[in-house]
């Protein structure tokens, strides 16, 4: 089946330690995306990468970092330098990428990462 | 920022009512998204709208992309339990590269 997975489903992170969520899809993507949800928000967006071997900051993107070696692959680092990373974390796909066809993106979501500091 | 209100924030309705919500913004679209999200999961897509004036429908889900291009709406007709969850509405403001997207409208459904 096509899709977007996310692993682990949930993750705890001890104090000063570097903790990496998995997000791989099969749907021959160009484009992919870090979100943070937090309990009663909307979504906000950390990093997103609109083809391999390139990547751009959002609007969060302090105390995290990304790669994007490969098309199916897109790997979030939440850093020691992340103060308040307790939240839900979605990756996303999509075809804008650099097809020119940004007016027609339609973004997919993966299940989702909690991650809980202990 | 926030560039999306959506509204209304919470809806606590009895099953079978038809359901109406919205995202508004002052700036111009040339895409809105439809997503439902069930707690502890990732949304789902349920409604894409490329086109001014566009009405499209899902089953007992229909959306339109407002007229003036700085609205959209989400209709649901006859409610029923697995409507449950939170919807939200993202965007694509005309020349941007990324989404924008609204907080959320929670339904309740009363049995």
């Known amino acids: 089946d096509g899709g977007i997975t996310q692993s682990p489903k949930y993750l705890f992170r001890k104090e000063g330690q570097n903790v990496t969520l998995s997000c791989e899809q099969n749907?021959?993507?160009?484009?992919m995306y870090w979100y943070r949800q937090d309990p009663g928000q909307g979504l906000r967006l950390i990093y997103y990468?609109?083809?391999?071997?390139?990547?751009q900051k959002g609007d969060i993107a302090e105390g995290y970092s990304v790669s994007r070696e490969k098309k199916e692959s897109f790997p979030l680092t939440v850093t020691s330098a992340q103060k308040n990373p307790t939240a839900f974390y979605l990756c996303?796909?999509?075809?804008?990428?650099?097809?020119?066809?940004?007016?027609?993106?339609?973004?997919?979501f993966g299940p989702g990462t909690r991650l809980l500091v202990l | 920022g926030q560039q999306l209100n959506q509204s209304p924030q919470s809806m606590f309705i009895q099953e079978g009512e038809d359901v109406s919500m919205n995202c508004t913004s002052s700036s111009i679209f040339n895409t809105w998204l439809w997503y439902k999200q069930d707690p502890g999961e990732g949304p789902v897509l349920l409604i894409a709208?490329?086109?001014?004036?566009e009405l499209t429908s899902n089953g007992r889900l229909t959306a339109q992309f407002g007229i003036t291009r700085k609205d959209s709406f989400l209709n649901i007709s006859a409610s029923i339990p697995s409507d449950v969850g939170i919807y939200f509405c993202?965007?694509?403001?005309?020349?941007?590269?990324?989404?924008?997207f609204g907080q959320g409208t929670r339904l309740t459904i009363n049995p």
């Open positions: 993202a965007g694509r403001i005309q020349g941007a590269q990324k989404l924008v």
């Open positions: 996303a796909s999509s075809t804008a990428g650099t097809s020119g066809r940004a007016h027609q993106e339609t973004q997919y």
């Open positions: 709208l490329y086109k001014a004036g």
């Open positions: 749907l021959n993507h160009d484009a």
């Open positions: 990468s609109q083809i391999v071997n390139d990547f």
